[in-house]
């Protein structure tokens, strides 16, 4: 693929006072890559995605999207960012996270549509509209006006899903959707997640689900010590890992079906 | 001990009394209103990550705190006169120290309702694309009062209580009038008695209601 890449990262750092978490990482994500990104908990996979919508701000890099950089002006001084910029690129980056993180005083219709009403400035009817559609797609159609409370952890999974959705963002971003679940939800929730990257959304996925990412992901990045140790096509990373330290990651959780 | 209560010598001066306890109720709803929002303010300001906010916050609610409220009434109504160039109502300077003691203690309130709510709340909201104000007005606040129900009845308890203080410097509230009443009838107990019947009577159906409202906010967790 020759394409202009949607998202480049060159050279990101975080450290968090003495811990250097994220050591140099160098990624350029292509329009419609699903790339799922594996590795020991604690490589820092989270941080990683979180520097993407600037939840973290980055210690030191660059990240360019959609043609415009974001990231450190000297090198080694993380730049303040004002609020207006950090908005404008969370709504074009969605973000699911482990744990849901619905707001519990809100509908279901109440979740999805906060950003719609509030950060797109849309009016009730054209909001409610596309939480709807968005409902529709993840198949809770019928929960609307239900309270988070009242819900599954994968029916609440999929709820922030279409809260993430609804904005229309150009990059998803998934921090281990499935790891907060009991192991008969998961399936629902990876099923909608397939369903998305079907139809060619860009998406990065930090997953400890070996099999899916094989089937799902177009691309597999190893992560270990705060770089990317491996990045390629599962069939290479998965199948046939170079790395040794990818091998032995691999070999730990050979219980994985492909 | 034998004493014949008189109740009549108090219903005499019925009017006298009235006039008194909307006082007393005009008085309270400016302190509640006034000492929440400024709490609300000062709690937020405390823990801001702007530390020009934060300190003169802390030194706010640290001297309003630790101060009797009867002291800042009389300082704002015979000391502060002397140094401005105006005269200050007692209505005003009783208002400004029960609202400013309200103020330093709900801070406190506020900011530990806020500060029990998951951190992911805010995740979430940022990752949307809300700002500060908004995740703190439409998600983290609305979750928070919740919690602080309790704590803030209480709260409104204690405001309505301390405005009997605004007596001392003669602004005519209930207890203001059944200081009078008491003084012109040789009736101390039936006056004091009927003020506090009154504010019994306007305080717990309150309290009840604050309850049954905690009671129906609590179905939505
Ligand atoms: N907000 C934070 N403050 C300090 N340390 C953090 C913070 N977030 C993550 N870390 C540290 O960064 C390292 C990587 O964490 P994380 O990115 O969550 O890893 P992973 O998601 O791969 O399990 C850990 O050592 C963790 O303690
Ligand atoms: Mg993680």
Known sequence: MSQEPILTIRGLHKSFGDNHVLRGIDLDVQQGDCIAILGASGSGKSTFLRCLNFMEIPSDGAITHAGKTIGTERPGKPRVYSEDELTKVRQKVGMVFQQFNLFPHKTVLGNITE????????????????????LARVGLAEKADEYPSRLSGGQKQRVAIARALALAPELMLFDEPTSAL????????????????????????????????????????????????????PEQVLKNPQNPLTQAFLARHKQFEF | MEYTWDFGSVWEYREALWVGLTNTLRIFVICLFAGLSLGLAMGLARYSVRRWLRWPAACFIEFFRNTPVLVQIFWFYFAFPILAPFEISALMAAALGITLNSAAFSAEIFRGGIQTIDPGQWEA?????????????????????????????????????????????????????????????????????????????????????????????????
């Open chain 1, 115 to 134: 950003g719609l009403r509030i950060v797109q400035g849309k009016d009730k009817a054209s909001s409610d509209a596309r939480a709807r559609e968005e």
């Open chain 1, 182 to 233: 009991d192991p008969e939800l998961v399936g629902e929730v990876l099923n909608v997640i397939r369903g998305i990257a079907d139809e060619g959304r860009t998406m990065l996925l930090v997953t400890h689900e070996i099999g899916f990412a094989y089937h799902v992901a177009n691309r597999v990045i190893f992560m270990a010590d705060g770089i990317i140790q491996e990045e390629g096509p």
């Open chain 2, 125 to 221: 909201g940022r990752a949307i694309g809300m700002r500060y104000r908004e995740i703190m007005a439409r998600i983290i606040l609305p979750q928070a009062v919740r919690r602080m129900m309790p704590a803030l009845t209480n709260r409104g308890i204690e405001i309505f209580k301390m405005t009997t203080l605004a007596s001392a410097i003669a602004y005519a509230d209930v207890l203001h009038q059944a200081r009078l009443i008491a003084s012109v009838n040789f009736n101390p107990i039936e006056a004091y008695t009927v003020v506090a019947i009154a504010f019994f009577v306007i305080l717990y159906p309150i309290v009840r209601a604050t309850y049954a409202l905690e009671r129906r906010l609590a179905k939505g967790d």
